[in-house]
């Protein structure tokens, strides 16, 4: 995907010429494997960093570019969206004290970064999602200004032939739909690379199908998306859901999403992946000038594999197979891509060292996993782990059902330390990250549980949106303090910091817990929801989500003294408003009060993409105003 001349193919011919050299490079590889050229005896890990950029009140800064401006290093590099980065780090060799130079590396890269961030007044925060990210930040707008990620997003609108729908269910339950794949721009992740020989490939990988689970149960931290509580690692599904090109007549088929666990174990090659995903997925890019990976070959060149690479950054496995080329040898690797960034740097490198331990600790008992354990268990262990975390139960060879804590204390953490000593890992490194590891599961405290017990405790005082700041401004602090989130302290509203960043905008004061009704209703339906509910303003809407008036208790009156109620009834539509003056959850709330009092209004319905999110009273505004006499009181004792 770093190839500046990707395009997206748009005709049938560009097609073709890309199949042709797809093909050839899988031919390719399966003869650079046959001859034995693929790297072994020199194991190397990697890591990608994504991170995202925000303002001075933690919400998403569309600053990426200015941000990147400021730096040569060549380290640092785009994402989708304008308020994602990515940083990559050095192959190192899997030994020694690889993992503490690992968090030295990304502790100095990311305050390199964070000093050009500050620098526009923006900084960095790693999350797996941003819980203040909202629907008006998803634009295409903030699409990062490159052609390749244009060409991927058209590339994926034509293949899904309508817009994005997202569903999704925890505490809350979120639907809602998107005209382009800026859903996928909500995740970051922090990618961890394995290098490995051909001939261990097969056994290596399905090993990495059969831990998934509950390595993801111990390293969540997206519980929350769009306000809304879902799932622990909501990223899984937000993913899945963001890149899904199938149409509804796909859903009735087997066909595979781009973003998958897979379907089944691997039997005898590498080859068979990416086998499948070409068999699978229809090309969505591609680079006009690629090199003829069988001509490389007879001249004893090493080919780069260009299109095979282009075509397998569009295919998304959890567990991606992929292809390198380091310091003039081709060699194989798998790329974790289900952790999520955060909760500290230090909590990530322990995520590392759990998977790239339990990785090399495969025990023999384990090299035939694939006839000890259905794979379609190892499946449901990772959906039950991104659904609930450390609550979910898994199957587990020799185990059966058995809690996801302890199968990792007792079963997987064992493994891991017998892995890292295997390879030379110092012994003081093993005892760091892998005793974090063991802390987080004993207490149960994940980034996913710390967010969440946040969230909940602050919301019992304020609404969905001040809580969201205050648990991002949260983990902000806590992050450039690198601790692991075990040890993090709550979050507190006081964290929000000041007024306006609580109460600045619309979205943080409006109510959204609606009452709305449609045109065709009886007057008389909206007067009793009104002294039921004890309210003053209720939305009218159409049957597709639109609003399309305003009824409001000073309307009533006149109806209840004039109306006789005989004969037809009177509808809502007779005396609504037809077109009310609206907001936006952007806006300020002082434009707002001063729409409010130039036009004498009571209200404002609250309107993101034409629909109806939310209502400012001024019941909300009192609240506001009572709240921050409160805070003056506090500050200034004496008044």
């Not at 005896?41 to 990147?68: I, N, W």
């Not at 390293?219 to 859901?241: C, D, H, M, V, Y």
């Amino acid at each position: 995907m770093g190839e500046p001349k990707v395009d997206r193919v748009k005709t049938a011919e560009q097609s073709q010429r890309f199949m042709v050299r797809l093909l050839q490079d899988l031919e390719a590889l399966e003869k650079i494997i046959e001859q034995g050229l693929i790297e072994s005896g020199t194991q190397r890990c990697g890591v990608e960093q994504e991170l995202c950029f925000v303002d001075s009140k933690y919400h998403p800064a569309p600053v990426a570019m200015e941000v990147l401006a400021k730096s040569t290093n060549p380290r640092f590099t785009t994402e989708l969206a304008r308020y994602n980065a990515e940083i990559n780090l050095d192959p190192m060799v899997f030994s020694d004290h690889c993992l503490s130079k690992m968090e030295q590396q990304l502790n100095a890269l990311l305050d390199e970064i964070g000093q050009s961030a500050e620098a526009i007044k923006a900084k960095i925060i790693l999350v797996g999602i941003l819980p203040t990210i909202a629907m008006s930040d998803l634009t295409r707008e903030n699409i990062t200004p490159i052609k390749r990620y244009y060409a991927l997003n058209d590339g994926l609108i034509q293949l899904r032939g309508g817009p994005y729908e997202l569903r999704l269910e925890g505490t809350d339950q979120l639907i809602t739909t998107l005209d382009s794949s800026m859903f996928e721009s909500c995740n970051t992740s922090f990618q961890v690379h394995y290098q490995l020989s051909a001939e261990d490939f097969v056994k290596q990988y399905n090993w990495s199908q059969a831990i998934a689970g509950p390595i993801l149960a111990a390293a969540t931290n997206s519980p929350l998306l769009l306000g809304k509580r879902l799932w622990r690692e909501t990223r899984i599904a937000l993913f899945q859901q963001s890149l899904d090109t199938r149409s509804v007549t796909n859903f009735n088929t087997e066909k595979e999403p781009r973003v998958s666990f897979g379907k089944q174990w691997l039997k005898d090659s590498v080859l068979e992946l990416f086998q499948e995903d070409i068999s699978r997925h229809r090309v969505l890019l591609h680079v006009p000038e690629l090199e003829d990976p069988l001509a490389e070959l007879e001249k004893g060149k090493i080919p780069k594999l260009k299109a095979l690479s282009l075509h397998n950054g569009t295919i998304y496995r959890w567990n991606r197979a992929c292809y390198g080329i380091t310091e003039g040898k081709p060699h194989l690797r798998i790329e974790n891509r289900y952790l999520p960034s955060g909760p500290s740097v230090v909590d990530e490198v322990a995520n590392a060292a759990f998977w790239l331990g339990l990785m090399k600790g495969q025990p023999e008992q384990y090299d035939n996993i694939s006839e000890m354990m259905e794979f379609d268990a190892a499946k449901h262990n990772f959906i039950k782990a991104a659904r609930m975390g450390l609550g979910a139960q898994m199957n587990w060879p020799g185990k059966g059902r058995i809690q996801s804590g302890e199968l990792i204390l007792d079963v997987l953490l064992p493994l891991a330390f017998e892995g890292l000593k295997k390879v030379g890992v110092a012994d003081i490194d093993a005892k760091k990250y892998l005793g974090i590891i063991e802390q987080r599961v004993a207490s149960e405290n994940t980034g996913s549980q710390w967010q969440t017990d946040s969230f909940n405790q602050i919301k019992k005082e304020e609404n969905s949106a001040k809580a969201l700041v205050a648990v991002t401004a949260g983990i902000l602090s806590r992050q450039e303090q690198n601790i692991p989130v075990h040890e993090w302290t709550p979050a507190h509203i006081s964290e929000a910091g000041s007024w306006e960043n609580r109460f600045g905008k619309v979205g943080q004061v409006m109510s959204t817990d609606l009452f709305t009704v449609r045109p065709d209703d009886p007057i008389e339906f909206v007067i009793k929801m009104m002294d039921w509910r004890h309210i003053h303003h209720i939305p009218v809407e159409d049957g597709k989500r639109g609003m399309v008036g305003l009824i409001t208790a000073s309307m009533l009156v006149p109806f209840a003294t004039s109306h006789n109620h005989k004969g037809k009834p009177a509808l809502i539509s007779d005396i609504m408003i037809h077109d009310p003056m609206t907001t936006t959850p952007d806006t300020n709330i002082d434009q707002a009060l001063d729409m409010m009092v130039a036009h004498e209004i009571g209200c404002l319905p609250v309107l993101e993409n034409r629909r109806l999110v939310g209502i400012l009273t001024e019941s909300d505004l009192v609240k506001v105003a009572q709240k921050l006499m409160k805070e003056i009181g506090k500050n200034d004792p004496g008044q």
